[in-house]
């Protein structure tokens, strides 16, 4: 992030309600990245992952009572191996979804503030929150070249900790995940914002956290 970002918290309007923020998107779009700056820069101490929730999951579920949660989103199985990369990834979002939902109950309980990001979060397979301001958005990437160079960052940056050439290998699987995450936002209404550029994305998404805000805060006036 360039340090002009870099400033006090952004009000958020006098709603007295706890923010949710939820960046979905497919592997490798910048959803950390995005979701981290935009806690940072709106004051929100809490931000978590649903790869965070599955990964909690899958020590306590075994692979044989839980398969689809003991893979990569882009390589799971479809049901009995049948079915595409979609039909494994929907497997497997529907049981991360019941972790997430625990999670989110829990911020929505306790009134705290939450960054979420993760590529579960399917537009269209949450159900509506209430008694928070809630902001739903995608990112997608939709030149194929960026997209890939996302992942050679990410590598360099992680000190080879994840396998880039796992990435690479799977791509066009990860962009059928991304298509259907898009088609699913543009279904239910649910803002793409287009990360080729870390610092504009972050904006955007700050900027449609701030409109919600804004007329929550009239709502209840």
Known sequence: MSESLRFEPLPLGDSGLPVIVLVGGATGTGKSTVGTE???????????????????????????????????????????????????????TRNVLIGVKALIGRALQEGWSLVLEGVHLVPGMLAPLEGATVVHCVLAIEDEDIHESHFWVRDAASGGMRPVQKYLDALPDIRLIQDFIVDQARRSSVPVVENVDIDQAVEDVIGLVRARAELTSAARI
């Open 38 to 92: 935009v806690a940072y820069r709106l004051g929100i101490r809490r931000v978590t992952s649903t790869d965070f929730v599955r990964e909690t999951m899958r020590a306590f579920l075994s692979r044989e009572f839980m398969p689809s949660i003991h893979y990569s989103s882009f390589e799971v199985p479809g049901e009995n191996g049948i079915g595409g990369v979609v039909d494994g990834f929907l497997d497997q």
